[in-house]
């Protein structure tokens, strides 16, 4: 079986988006992420699992999050 192609470009190879809303949600919270990135799931009666199936079908909020996370990360 052949393995997987190596991604060296791609600073989230690897991560799941699960684990990024996590860290999100932990370092902002919902009322601050939703503030940074205008997204209702993030508003309105938000949780992990409404805004995972929001955002692995929306592109640019998708995109919006990965960026934040990778700005939030790279300041620790």
Same mark, same amino acid.
């Given at each position: 079986?052949? %393995?997987?192609?190596?991604?060296? &470009?791609? =600073?989230?190879?690897?991560?799941? /988006? ?19 990135? %205008?997204?209702?799931?993030?508003? &309105?009666? =938000?949780?992990?699992?409404?805004? /995972? ?24």
């Amino acid at each position: 079986m052949d %393995k997987p192609p190596s991604q060296p &470009n791609n =600073p989230l190879h690897g991560i799941k /988006l699960a684990d990024i809303m996590e860290y999100l949600v932990k370092v902002y919270g919902w009322r601050e992420l939703g503030r940074i990135i %205008k997204i209702r799931c993030f508003t &309105n009666d =938000p949780s992990i699992k409404s805004s /995972l199936k929001f955002l692995r079908k929306t592109d640019w909020a998708r995109t919006q999050v990965e960026e934040l996370y990778l700005d939030t990360v790279s300041k620790e």
